[in-house]
C-alpha cells in the first residue's frame, strides 16, 4: 500500500504538469501571440474552460501527500514554506486575472491583468521545478526530519535547472496547445513558436536527464524514462514543423510526464533527501501513514478519481472546438458556446 500510494502521489503530480503545463504556457504567451486586445482574449478562451480544473490536481497531490505520508508532509512543506507562499501568491494573482481581466474596458486594466497573468504563469512552473529538484537534490534536514537551512538553501543547482526545464517545457506545451485550439493570426504565431520553442526544450531535458540520473542511480546513460522524455519532446518539434497540430501537442505531453516521472523514479524509496546525512533521508516506508488509512483511502480513491478523470475527459470533449480569432475561416473556426470569455 505504501509502494501503491507513492505511484498515485507521483501521478497526480505528473498530471498536475500535463495538465495545467499548457495553461502556464498560454499565460506567458499570450501577450506574445495576440498583438491586440481581441487577439489576446483569443488565446486565453482557448484555456478558458479547463485552466480552473487542470489546478485541482494540485490540490489533490497535495492532500494525498498530507494524508498518506504526513511526515513527508509536514518536512517538505515546512521546507519550503517561504516558496509556497511565493506559489500561493502566483496562482491568486493568475486566478484573479483570468478572472477580472475583462471586468472593465480600460486598456490600462486590461493590460495590467495580462502583466499578472503572465508573471503568475511564468514563476510558477520554475517554483514547482525547483521545489521537485529539491526533493532529489537533498536538503538539510535534521534526525528529526526537520529542516536546518533558509531560503537561500532550497536554491539548489540542480533544482534551479528543474526549474528551467519545467519553463521551457511549459512555453512548448503551451505553443502547441495554442497551435491546436486557436484560429487565424493568433494561430499562425503559436505555429511558428511551437516549431522553435521546443527545441530549447530539447536542451534543458537532455541535460536534466543525464542529472536526474547522476543523482539518482548514480549512472551516466539516462534510463528508460528520461530517454522517453528526450524523444518525446523531439518528436514536438518535428510534428509541429509538419503541422501536425495534435500530434506535438501529444508529444509535448508525454515529455512532461516522462520529466516528472523521472524525478519520481530516481528518488524512490526516499521520498526527500537528507543533504545532512544519507541516514536522515525520509523514506516512502518511515513516512506513511497506517496500513489501515491507506486502506480506506485506497477505496475513496477508486471511486472519486475515475469521475474526475470522466468529468475533465467530457469537459475537453465538450470544449473540442477551436477558438476563432482575427482572420479564421468562419465555416472551422466557431467558437465553443458557454466558453469562458477573457
Given at each position: 500500500m505504501q509502494i501503491f500510494w507513492f505511484i498515485v502521489v507521483a501521478i497526480f503530480w505528473t498530471g498536475f504538469f500535463v495538465l495545467e503545463g499548457f495553461d502556464f504556457g498560454v499565460g506567458i504567451?499570450?501577450?506574445?501571440?495576440?498583438?491586440?486586445?481581441?487577439?489576446?482574449r483569443v488565446a486565453i478562451n482557448t484555456v478558458g474552460p479547463f485552466w480552473d480544473g487542470n489546478e485541482v490536481w494540485l490540490i489533490v497531490a497535495g492532500a494525498a501527500i498530507f494524508a498518506a505520508f504526513p511526515a513527508w508532509y509536514a518536512s517538505m512543506f515546512s521546507a519550503l514554506y517561504l516558496a509556497l507562499v511565493l506559489v500561493l501568491l502566483c496562482l491568486i494573482l493568475r486566478g484573479v486575472s483570468f478572472e477580472w481581466?475583462?471586468?472593465?474596458?480600460?486598456?490600462?486594466?486590461?493590460?495590467?491583468?495580462?502583466l499578472t497573468m503572465t508573471v503568475g504563469s511564468a514563476v510558477l512552473p520554475i517554483l514547482f521545478g525547483v521545489a521537485l529538484g529539491d526533493l532529489l537534490?537533498?536538503?538539510?534536514?535534521?534526525?528529526?526530519?526537520?529542516?536546518?537551512?533558509?531560503?537561500?538553501?532550497?536554491?539548489?543547482?540542480?533544482?534551479?535547472?528543474?526549474?528551467?526545464?519545467?519553463?521551457?517545457?511549459?512555453?512548448?506545451?503551451?505553443?502547441?496547445?495554442?497551435?491546436?485550439?486557436?484560429?487565424?493570426?493568433?494561430?499562425?504565431?503559436?505555429?511558428?513558436?511551437?516549431?522553435?520553442?521546443?527545441?530549447?526544450?530539447?536542451?534543458?531535458?537532455?541535460?536534466?536527464?543525464?542529472?536526474?540520473?547522476?543523482?539518482?542511480?548514480?549512472?551516466?546513460?539516462?534510463?528508460?524514462?528520461?530517454?522517453?522524455?528526450?524523444?518525446a519532446?523531439?518528436?514536438?518539434?518535428?510534428?509541429?514543423r509538419d503541422n501536425h497540430t495534435g500530434w506535438a501537442f501529444a508529444a509535448t505531453a508525454v515529455a512532461m510526464a516522462a520529466t516528472v516521472a523521472s524525478i519520481f523514479v530516481e528518488l524512490y524509496p526516499n521520498v526527500m533527501v537528507s543533504s545532512t546525512n544519507a541516514a536522515y533521508n525520509?523514506?516512502?516506508?518511515?513516512?506513511?501513514?497506517?496500513?489501515?488509512?491507506?486502506?480506506?483511502?485506497?477505496?475513496?480513491?477508486?471511486?472519486f478519481t475515475?469521475?474526475?478523470?470522466?468529468?475533465?475527459?467530457?469537459?475537453?470533449?465538450?470544449?473540442r472546438a477551436?477558438?476563432?480569432?482575427?482572420?479564421?475561416?468562419?465555416?472551422?473556426?466557431?467558437?465553443?458556446?458557454?466558453?469562458?470569455s477573457a
Open positions: 504567451l499570450h501577450t506574445i501571440v495576440g498583438r491586440t486586445d481581441v487577439e489576446q481581466r475583462s471586468k472593465h474596458e480600460s486598456t490600462r486594466w486590461r493590460r495590467s491583468f495580462s537534490y537533498g536538503l538539510p534536514i535534521n534526525q528529526s526530519g526537520n529542516y536546518t537551512g533558509n531560503f537561500v538553501n532550497l536554491l539548489t543547482p540542480y533544482g534551479l535547472w528543474v526549474g528551467l526545464t519545467m519553463f521551457t517545457l511549459v512555453i512548448a506545451h503551451g505553443a502547441t496547445f495554442l497551435d491546436l485550439k486557436a484560429t487565424g493570426i493568433v494561430r499562425e504565431r503559436s505555429h511558428r513558436l511551437a516549431t522553435v520553442l521546443p527545441w530549447f526544450a530539447v536542451v534543458t531535458v537532455t541535460v536534466m536527464a543525464f542529472w536526474t540520473q547522476s543523482l539518482g542511480s548514480g549512472g551516466v546513460v539516462p534510463g528508460p524514462v528520461q530517454l522517453i522524455a528526450i524523444i519532446i523531439v518528436a514536438a518539434a518535428w510534428s509541429a525520509l523514506t516512502v516506508s518511515g513516512t506513511a501513514s497506517s496500513d489501515y488509512a491507506l486502506k480506506v483511502m485506497t477505496i475513496v480513491a477508486l471511486i475515475p469521475l474526475v478523470l470522466l468529468y475533465q475527459g467530457w469537459n475537453f470533449y465538450v470544449f477551436r477558438v476563432r480569432g482575427p482572420g479564421a475561416p468562419a465555416a472551422t473556426s466557431a467558437a465553443p458556446s458557454g466558453a469562458r
